[in-house]
């Protein structure tokens, strides 16, 4: 006997990064690794969680699903999780989207988007219109396509030769304008560049894809509604599908069910997955309008959209999002929602008067601190020493480069979320 494959972790240098801490079970924020420690977790493992680890309602549907019937072929089939499913969304998403495709995580939600809204463009006789628009700092997922419409960053740097060209637009980054620019000039310049550039390649152009409101993964860069507001009112003018990629935002993050309604935007398509199965297991949806999915609907056989993966439809993750959904309905979800971002403002507002705070940002169940660094961005020398600062104390946050970000699953406690942000004011106070 071999010794046993080793283990490669996600985002993970093996040279460099500590080793992986075992955990042995997890239950509402807390993980318990072994040896009797426990740890909260501050960011929802990579912002899948929302009503706590182990959640029992979610655990006993899964169980129930599994012991029925587990998975079916999706093409040629359905079930009654995934029309469930269909039904429950119904009741929150905008009635102007009316069809629902399954995949398997956030980067082929999108994946699924981008290739949809192609296709709808050559479906419907206009195949020049195949580029696509998408924001400087955003983030999509790490597939090839998800890749292609994300920003330049170290994710992928080795990875140009594979990445298709998109028209990019600056980010409303307003931390981050130009100096002597006030945020609301910058905030329209960025407005302007997009009016013009859509303006310019409207022939050209299929769709603009963005993170409504929050770019994660950029640094949780949050900006004004306005720029949502405006890209949605360019993309109707110029007949550019809108993409909102709600992967991180959706399912209550930013104190509405959907990033797109605290603005009032309707998308023509909606990625959706992390937390859509309140973290239990791996689903992507992408919604759309029926006028997107009219183009597919034809006598020709090549007007079919030729995309599907093996777990379409999975019916152990439709029980597990119809179990989250119905927490949504009958638990004080939104009222948790609203006291974590009670305590994020308090807290964020005192974090501010340490020096080596930037910025601090907040909507809904997100904070984040951007501290003052030379090295600003992902690579930041400040982010080992800081995750490895909050596990001492028994908190797992995940800096992004120089931005600390908190973003719990929304049954933490108000003492819980205080102790995650006396740690980080420690962090802040002692390190730099
Ligand atoms: C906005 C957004 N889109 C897409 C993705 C990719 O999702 P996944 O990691 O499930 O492929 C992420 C992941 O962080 C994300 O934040």
């Not at 935002?249 to 603005?263: E, I, N, P, V, W």
């Not at 999002?321 to 927490?327: D, G, K, T, V």
Request: proline fraction near 6%; aromatic fraction near 10%; glycine fraction near 8%.
């Amino acid at each position: 006997m071999g010794s046993p494959l080793r283990l490669w972790h996600p985002f993970t240098n093996s040279a460099l990064d500590p080793a992986p801490i075992p955990i042995e079970r997890a239950e509402g924020v807390w993980l318990y690794p072994k040896g009797g420690r426990r740890i909260i977790d501050a960011i929802s493992s990579w912002w899948v969680n929302l009503h706590g680890h182990a959640n029992p309602r979610i655990a006993t549907a899964v169980a129930e699903q599994a012991r029925k019937m587990e998975h079916v072929i999706f093409a040629g089939f359905t079930h009654e999780s995934a029309e469930r499913l269909a039904e429950g969304l119904r009741e929150w998403v905008s009635p102007r989207l009316t069809h629902l495709f399954f995949s398997d995580d956030g980067s082929t939600a999108v994946e699924v988007a981008l290739k949809i809204a192609v296709q709808h463009f050559s479906n419907a006789g206009r195949p020049e219109k195949k580029e696509i628009v998408a924001l400087e700092h955003g983030y999509h997922g790490d597939t090839a396509g998800a890749m292609s419409v994300s920003d330049d960053s170290p994710f992928t740097d080795a990875f140009r030769s594979m990445r298709f060209p998109v028209h990019r637009v600056p980010s409303p980054y307003t931390y981050r304008r130009p100096a002597g620019t006030a945020p609301e000039e910058f905030l329209e310049d960025c407005i302007r560049q997009l009016a013009s550039l859509l303006e310019e390649k409207s022939e050209s152009v299929s769709c603009l894809i963005l993170e409504p409101l929050v770019q994660a993964a950029g640094g949780m860069i949050v900006y004004p509604a306005e720029y949502l507001q405006k890209a949605r009112e360019l993309c109707a003018k110029h007949d550019v599908l809108l993409i909102a990629d709600e992967v991180l935002t959706g399912f209550g993050r930013t104190g509405k069910m959907f990033a797109c309604d605290l603005a009032g935007a309707v998308p023509d398509l909606m990625c959706l997955s992390k937390g859509i199965t309140g973290g239990f297991l791996p689903m992507g949806v992408t919604l759309c309008t029926d006028r997107v999915e009219a183009a597919f609907r034809s006598e020709n056989r090549m007007h079919t959209f030729y995309h599907g993966h093996s777990y379409t439809g999975n019916a152990l993750a439709c029980a597990a999002a119809n179990a989250s959904l119905q927490i949504f309905e009958e638990e004080p979800v939104f009222e948790r929602i609203a006291a974590i971002s009670k305590i994020n403002g308090e807290r964020l507002r005192e974090v501010e008067k340490f020096s080596v705070v930037g910025e601090t940002r907040q909507i809904g169940t997100i904070g984040a601190i951007e501290l003052r660094a030379d090295d600003a961005g992902y690579l930041s020398a400040m982010r080992p020493k800081l995750y490895q600062f909050f596990l001492e104390r028994g908190v797992l946050l995940r800096p992004l480069g120089n931005v600390i970000y908190v973003l719990p699953p929304y049954v933490i406690s108000g003492d819980e979320l205080h102790q995650v942000y006396d740690v980080i004011e420690e962090a802040v106070e002692t390190l730099f």
